[in-house]
Nanobody
Framework: QVQVVESGGGLVQAGDSLSLSCAVS????????MGWFRQAPGMEREFVAS???????FRADSVRDRFTISRDNAQNTMSLQMRSLKPEDTAVYFC?????????????????WGQGTQVTVSS
């Protein structure tokens, strides 16, 4: 059984930094792309960042110069380093494991999802 678990969310002030982690068990991630999505209250889930099996990355325009996605295949984990956080970054952040090896911003390409971790940025 594949499990995806996010950690690292919290309450921070605008301009602060925060790192999220995602741990996968039950399946090796080395051949799969992974991604981060987020969902704010009353909004649809939106793509944040994706990393391919080989480490290539793809980020949404809104976070490209502030968020960094990385992976550690040996640990079966993925991370999202967020800096210069803004109130509009407030959302539940979800980690997902893709069916594919290449990056994707399409949620339908992702097979396994975590339960999410809350990030709240106060102004």
């Amino acid at each position: 059984q594949v499990q995806v678990v996010e950690s690292g969310g919290g309450l921070v002030q605008a301009g602060d930094s925060l790192s999220l982690s995602c741990a996968v068990s039950g399946r090796t991630i080395s051949a799969s792309a992974m991604g981060w999505f987020r969902q704010a209250p009353g909004m649809e889930r939106e793509f944040v960042a994706s990393i391919s099996w080989s480490g290539g990355t793809f980020r949404a325009d809104s976070v490209r110069d502030r968020f960094t996605i990385s992976r550690d295949n040996a640990q079966n984990t993925m991370s999202l380093q967020m800096r210069s956080l803004k109130p509009e970054d407030t959302a539940v952040y979800f980690c997902a494991l893709s069916r594919r090896g290449s990056v994707s911003g399409n949620a339908a390409d992702y097979e396994f999802w975590g339960q999410g971790t809350q990030v709240t940025v106060s102004s």
